[in-house]
């Protein structure tokens, strides 16, 4: 039982390329999510998707895109990447209704240069 | 949207004594308030939450308070111990999804 997995686990990328982060959970959760964590900032919501078909922005959702493809894998998407943008990123999966909080994946080091 | 403040950044204590971690929301609609611990490098952990009914929650050495008038709620570890160390965010949220994270408190228990 994997619970939440994310690829890749570091990435450096040149200002203005474009990359996909991808996430997938095995725990059937309806609800899945993508935050950014920058030192002294905490985690902050870029974009969610409360369940298959739905997507909504999030605190800071300006640069980025994603897609939820089947009610296991929603990917974050970078169209041209800005230094600004150097981060790590966390997907999280819930079930809507459960007390078990969010699973995190281990995160998404990603350097932009 | 929801606003969560969280203080102090940093806190240091000694081994096997108390510590306090404070937050505040602006959202008077949330009604769930988890508390994540991340060890150096690792991905965040539910430690504990509260609902907006409960005043008080306790497990083992950790326990949780919410003063819902004041919009107030706190982290307290007793009899802390190394492996404590760690950032601990506090949260808040209307039900159990897309939860507002405070900017986290980075705790050091000094053997």
């Known amino acids: 039982n994997a619970g939440v997995t994310q690829t890749p686990k570091f990435q450096v990328l040149k200002t203005g390329q474009s990359m996909t982060l991808q996430c997938a959970q095995d725990?059937?959760?309806?609800?899945m999510y993508w935050y950014r964590q920058d030192p002294g900032m905490g985690l902050r919501l870029i974009y969610y998707?409360?369940?298959?078909?739905?997507?909504d922005k999030g605190e800071v959702p300006n640069g980025y895109n994603v897609s939820r493809l089947n009610k296991r894998e929603f990917s974050l998407r970078l169209e041209s990447a800005a230094p600004s943008q150097t981060s790590v990123y966390f997907c999280?999966?819930?079930?809507?209704?459960?007390?078990?909080?969010?699973?995190f994946g281990s995160g998404t080091r990603l350097t932009v240069v | 949207g929801e606003n969560v403040e969280q203080h102090p950044s940093t806190l240091s204590v000694q081994e096997g004594d108390s510590a306090v971690i404070k937050c505040t929301y602006s959202?008077?609609?949330?009604?769930?308030f988890p508390w994540y611990k991340q060890e150096l490098g690792k991905r965040p952990q539910l430690i504990i939450d509260?609902?907006?009914?409960?005043g008080e929650k306790k497990d083992q050495r950790i326990a949780v308070t919410l003063n819902k008038t004041a919009k107030h709620f706190s982290l307290h570890i007793t009899e802390t111990q190394p492996e404590d160390s760690a950032v601990y965010f506090c949260?808040?949220?209307?039900?159990?999804?897309?939860?507002?994270f405070g900017t986290g408190t980075k705790l050091q228990v000094i053997p």
């Open positions: 509260i609902r907006s009914n409960v």
């Open positions: 959202d008077s609609a949330s009604n769930y």
């Open positions: 725990m059937n959760h309806n609800s």
């Open positions: 999280a999966s819930s079930e809507k209704g459960s007390r078990d909080g969010y699973t």
């Open positions: 949260a808040a949220s209307m039900g159990y999804q897309k939860v507002t």
């Open positions: 998707s409360a369940s298959e078909g739905t997507t």
